[in-house]
């Protein structure tokens, strides 16, 4: 008996670690992933994911950004920013930039593969940038005012609506579609080209501009937020020759990543200079469909506070089994010994066993009914 409580014990022992491992096991992999990242505190990288929602997919994007190219853009100071008008904000729109032509060739290449048209092509990127959180310029900057180039809008993904319509127009004019900023009262968006298409669009040089609302998830091409309906916009053309080229011949990539095609700041030509450098760009892959994943291990990702409540609640039963063990060994030896069976009564002991009678006091046979002594009748208690 003693035995099985005992693999008993065992055996709910090895359980319960064994659920306690697998448990943890899909949290402490992401967790020791982070630290490992952030104890550099130099990163030749930068690791960003972006996830969004379009056609009824919900879509992931794994970007690899140069740290360099990165602090290239930030060297530019919010002085030189604030300076520039809406009508020159062609200054941010930067398709000469080797990483964001990229970054549209995979937009396009899933685009093809999921047989989306043109303006599907464009809906799809408008939803990954909505999926890029506002914050205004004051609260991430500490600036009023701090127009970011599309780079620094990946890395910090946050920005304002400025920085979200920057982002949107270089992906946009890269997609081969012509693109304009339009500027309701203290709001900016983007108008892209098109011809018959269904919602609110503004003229401009004979030609029809459909709104692009950047910074609320859901809107596509033509819907106009609703505090936008019946207000006035000034519309501004984008001009690529007045573009902010990074100097990428000063960067330093590392040995592994040789420098990016270097620009000419002086020159208003529309592509990189080729030379032997042109396919240093880190791996990008395109835009990929989420799979379906088990409801538990995504439940205890996206919930580090379940996980915390289920190791507790192993602990808490862990306790309670051992208790209970413990408890019960110990009642079952004690019944062991209370029960144990005596041994069977004998003719002989039968015989020897007295009756006492109550008249004369004397003692008499088990089987006596009359009193050897008095010869009264024996009565029995």
Request: overall charge negative; some cysteine.
């Amino acid at each position: 008996m003693v035995g099985q409580l005992l693999r008993r014990k065992t055996f709910s022992l090895l359980f319960f670690l064994t659920l306690a491992f697998v448990v943890c096991l899909p949290i402490i992999t992401p967790f020791e992933f982070v630290n490992a990242q952030t104890q550099d505190q130099t990163p030749q990288y930068y690791y960003k994911s972006f996830s969004w929602v379009y056609g009824g997919e919900t879509w992931t994007w794994n970007l690899t950004i140069p740290a360099a190219l990165y602090e290239a853009y930030i060297q530019v100071p919010d002085s030189v920013r604030t300076q520039i008008p809406l009508s020159g904000f062609g200054y941010f729109t930067t398709t000469e930039d080797s990483y964001m032509q990229s970054l549209a060739q995979k937009i396009n290449g899933t685009a093809t593969q999921q047989g989306y048209n043109k303006y599907q092509e464009i809906n799809f990127a408008l939803a990954f940038v909505q999926s890029i959180p506002y914050e205004t310029d004051l609260n991430s900057t500490g600036y009023q005012d701090y127009p970011r180039f599309p780079i620094e809008t990946l890395v910090d993904n946050v920005g304002d609506c400025k920085s979200h319509s920057i982002l949107f127009a270089t992906l946009t004019l890269l997609l081969g579609v012509d693109a304009v900023f339009i500027n309701p009262p203290d709001h900016l968006a983007v108008g892209v080209l098109g011809d018959n298409l269904s919602g609110t669009y503004w003229t401009y040089d004979n030609q029809s501009y459909y709104y692009c609302e950047t910074t609320g998830e859901g809107f596509t091409i033509g819907q106009l937020p609703q505090q936008f309906d019946g207000v006035g916009a000034y519309v501004y053309p984008i001009d690529p020759s007045q573009q902010y080229v990074v100097n990428l011949q000063s960067l330093t990539l590392g040995a592994s990543n040789p420098s990016y095609s270097p620009y000419n700041p002086n020159t208003t030509q529309a592509t990189p200079t080729p030379n032997l450098t042109t396919t240093a760009l880190p791996d990008i892959a395109g835009p990929t469909a989420v799979p379906v994943e088990p409801v538990g291990i995504n439940l205890i990702s996206d919930n580090p506070g379940f996980f915390v409540l289920i190791v507790a609640a192993i602990a808490v039963s862990i306790v309670v089994a051992i208790k209970p063990l413990k408890i019960a060994g110990k009642t079952a030896h004690q019944q062991t010994t209370a029960l144990e069976p005596s041994s069977p009564k004998t003719e002989e002991s039968v015989l020897n066993e007295s009756k006492f009678c109550i008249y004369c006091g004397s003692s008499n046979k088990s089987v006596a009914v009359y009193c050897e002594n008095c010869g009264k009748r024996i009565v029995e208690a």
